[in-house]
């Protein structure tokens, strides 16, 4: 028999930290208890260097991403505050289990705990005080249905607030599911892969959608305890029907499923970083071949990017190779759902060029080339024009760039990292003199580089022709 939610347990109220409070969220309701570890006065700051998310595998801290995620929202000076959110309260153990781990990290001033087991706590005065004082907001395990009944209320619009000031927001088990803009509410109870592959219409497979929809985090879709409790097969299940009922845009889904003990740090310019073991981005790009109620799922090649520890994942500018490819069959998933060779001439054009499309001067407007063109064209027609393509690299993945220059302008070719630090350039010298730059990946996992074409002197109408060779 499946799992249904327990009966809500009486919430105990344990008097630690510096500050213990009830506080009543409705006549009907169970009292809100919030206890506060470290400073009684907030942190007072103009701005912050966020916004950061932890997409934790299970429900506890992880030292490691929420360190980056607070430094990276201080900026490395000062302190920040930090409220916890749960739904129901410890069985055993501490009554701050979060905050105890939160408080032991360098740069944190006071860690807030609440635990809420009502809808109508969303709109308690001191909870959402709490949480606009505060830079990061955590939501602990437990039930994500708990918390997505607070979509539209007072505490929705205050931690996006927290995030909006360049603060952040994260959660581990349930904590992790509410952060995706797409959620499996679980509010029917829990689904198994096989029921969720023989049937992605099962009852128990509900969706909250148009709560938080964090920057370059769209259409996707959360899981957690991925590896140990075998959830491959239902994130798939997630994502087809994610697609299948115009949940996410564009025809694509991404699933996020992160392991116990591991954690996503997703940084500003949406590039997440893996601290634990692993995780996955499962990727439907197409309508299912078969997605209804009561048949099982057909839906062929998932795009599944495995990350190991420190390996990345580009949220921003989503890599288009370095995928193993899986498929399910009347609800029969391949075999090795957890590891593939990577594909690394994924999205190979077959001779086709990308002709540059203006503007594309900076590496924020920089043309898509990740499908791998067999060649780039364009024309430098100002002194000073530069034209940014974004290439994707996979580990172990070499890059060469032969650009023909015209003889109307002297041109310069630099490849960057992500964050345009300069990894190998061609400037020779006089006009129509052609330049080659050549670069290897050694990183694991795939990775977002950027090719630059400048005018070092002249300009004009007549294209240059940059060919892309990888092995």
């Not at 009502?118 to 437990?142: C, L, P």
């Not at 997630?238 to 992160?258: L, P, Q, S, Y």
């Not at 399910?328 to 002709?355: E, F, R």
Request: aromatic share 8%.
């Amino acid at each position: 028999m499946r799992s249904r939610h327990a009966a809500l347990a009486a919430t105990a109220v344990v008097l630690v930290g510096l500050t213990t409070t009830l506080t009543s969220a409705g006549s009907a309701a169970a009292a809100a208890s919030r206890v506060r570890l470290g400073s009684s006065s907030d942190v007072t700051r103009t701005s912050w260097q966020g916004p950061a998310f932890t997409m934790n595998g299970d429900g506890k801290i992880n030292a490691a991403s929420m360190k980056a995620a607070v430094d990276a929202i201080r900026g490395g000076t000062g302190s920040i505050d930090v409220v916890v959110i749960a739904g129901s309260a410890p069985t055993s153990g501490s009554a701050t289990p979060e905050c105890d781990a939160v408080m032991a990290l360098p740069g944190v001033n006071s860690c807030t705990s609440w635990t809420l087991t009502a809808a109508s706590d969303g709109n308690n005065t001191q909870v959402n005080a709490d949480i606009r004082n505060a830079e990061f907001v955590y939501f602990a395990g437990g039930d994500q249905c708990r918390y997505a009944a607070w979509k539209g209320t007072a505490l929705e619009a205050s931690v996006e607030s927290v995030v909006a000031k360049g603060g952040g927001s994260g959660g581990g088990s349930a904590g992790h599911h509410i952060n995706s803009p797409v959620v499996y509410d679980a509010c029917k109870g829990s689904v198994t892969s096989p029921e969720a592959l023989a049937n992605p219409y099962d009852s128990y497979i509900t969706f909250t959608t148009g709560m938080f929809d964090w920057p370059n985090y769209s259409g996707v879709i959360n899981d957690s305890h991925f590896t140990t409790r075998d959830r491959m097969g239902r994130t798939m299940a997630f994502v087809a029907r994610a697609i299948k009922d115009g949940r996410t845009a564009g025809g694509k889904a991404w699933g996020v499923g992160v392991e116990e003990g591991s954690s996503l740090l997703l940084d500003k310019n949406g590039q997440a970083t893996l601290y634990g073991t692993e995780a996955f981005v499962v990727l439907g790009d197409h309508q299912p071949e078969q997605a209804a109620s009561g048949k099982p799922l057909t839906f062929s090649n998932f795009k599944i990017w495995r990350l190991g520890p420190g390996q990345t994942y580009d949220f921003k500018n989503r890599p288009t190779c370095g995928y193993y490819l899986r498929s399910v069959t009347n609800g029969v998933a391949d075999a090795n759902l957890y590891s593939g060779t990577p594909q690394s001439s994924c999205g190979a054009s077959g001779g086709t060029t990308l002709t540059e499309s203006e503007p594309n001067d900076s590496r924020t407007a920089a043309n898509d080339a990740t499908g791998n063109p067999a060649s780039i064209s364009g024309s430098l027609q100002t002194t000073g024009d530069r034209d940014y393509y974004r290439l994707s690299l996979t580990s172990g993945q070499q890059l060469t760039v032969d650009c023909a220059v015209p003889a109307a302008y002297d041109a310069d070719v630099y490849l960057m990292d992500s964050a345009g630090s300069t990894l190998a350039r061609s400037v020779n010298s006089g006009s129509g003199a052609d330049e080659t730059v050549t670069f290897t990946r050694t990183a694991t996992g795939s990775g977002t580089y950027y090719l630059d074409v400048e005018a070092y002197s002249g300009s004009g109408t007549a294209p240059y022709t940059c060919t892309l060779t990888s092995a």
